[in-house]
């Protein structure tokens, strides 16, 4: 917690502490803002004269709580938090720049919300920015992801319904561990009961989800985006086997996680994984990468790749 908020700015964090933890103790209260408990007393004290009641409660189960019915200030926004919101909002989103769209329906009415001094720009910045659409990024459904993130929270099991990139669709049993959003995409990061193994999903690609009523732990210390990144080229239809002449330290800022894992190997390296697709597999991610390598493993890989090679070799040899 930074040290130069003001009292009001404290206060209002006291207030956030207070709506997530009811019964926190100035003690707690005090540790959670990084100030003494005559401090956080203080800023209890500055919520009450605002009219915010907020009541004690004595004893081992006592505590800071908000009275019933409390009804909190309106969010205010600095005309450059405003105008952050809705770049991040574009950069994200860009179809949110059309009002008829789900994610600009809702920033419309953040932005009308606002005093007209700061509304005013955020507007103007909304109606005259071009976001230019990520290729690689796809919005799945927000009834899918909302029923995706009850699962996570309350550790419950479900059934997802999954149709892949061909079409087939396919039912599968999984504890859902976390949702993470990486390169545009969002995936399901899950422990797949059929498969024994940890499985990432892409969400967009997730047609339905049923509960099972049975409830799961997942791993202590879970870091979803580094077990995301680990898994991401894993599980796939085909499998591949690339190994590279330059050693790993080199070859490795051209992987991206989802192409597989590379281990070194000798004076080079091998870089193990899958894939759904192995013409782009080998178009656009193997061939942008400048250091020699052979295609070991994975047949379907080393066809896409001779017919990506017999094109280019057409492309640059002269008519008989």
């Not at 408990?37 to 907020?54: K, M, S, T």
């Not at 799945?140 to 319904?161: C, F, G, K, N, Y």
């Not at 999954?162 to 422990?191: F, K, M």
């Not at 330059?246 to 281990?263: Q, T």
Request: aromatic residues 6%; charged residues 25%; glycine residues 10%.
């Amino acid at each position: 917690m930074p040290n130069d908020l003001s009292p009001t700015a404290r206060a209002l964090r006291a207030l956030e502490v207070l709506q997530a933890r009811p019964g926190t103790t100035a003690g707690e209260l005090a540790g959670r803002l990084g100030v003494t408990e005559r401090a956080a007393r203080r800023y209890v004290g500055i919520l009450r004269e605002a009219g915010i009641p907020v009541e004690s409660v004595r004893g081992p189960h006592g505590g800071y709580r908000l009275g019933r019915g409390t009804r909190l200030p309106p969010v205010h926004f600095t005309q450059s938090e405003a105008l952050g919101l809705v770049m991040a909002v574009l950069s994200g989103q860009p179809a949110a720049a059309d009002p008829d769209d789900l994610i600009g329906t809702a920033l419309g009415k953040v932005v009308k919300a606002l005093p007209e001094s700061v509304g005013q720009q955020a507007a103007m910045l909304r109606r005259y920015a071009s976001a230019a659409p990520d290729p690689l990024s796809a919005r799945p459904d927000p009834a899918i992801t909302s029923e995706l993130v009850d699962a996570v929270a309350a550790r419950l099991r479900v059934l997802v319904t999954y149709r892949s990139e061909a079409g087939n669709e396919w039912e599968t049993e999984v504890d859902p561990w976390s949702i993470v959003v990486r390169y545009g995409r969002w995936y399901l990061l899950c422990h797949s009961r059929r498969a024994d193994a940890i499985r990432t999903y892409r969400v967009d690609r997730i047609v339905a989800v049923r509960p099972t009523g049975h409830g799961f732990e997942p791993p202590r210390g879970l870091d979803p985006v580094a077990v995301l990144e680990e898994n991401l080229g894993v599980g796939w239809e085909f499998a591949t086997r690339v190994v590279f002449d330059a050693p790993l330290s080199e070859v490795a800022p051209w992987i991206r996680p989802p192409m597989g894992r590379l281990e070194p190997l000798g004076d080079g390296c091998l870089l193990v994984g899958s894939t759904r697709n192995p013409h782009m597999y080998a178009q656009e991610w193997l061939a942008r990468i400048p250091f020699a390598f052979r295609i070991e493993g994975g047949e379907e890989l080393r066809a896409a790749a001779e017919a990506l090679a017999a094109r280019l070799t057409a492309a640059v040899t002269d008519p008989p």
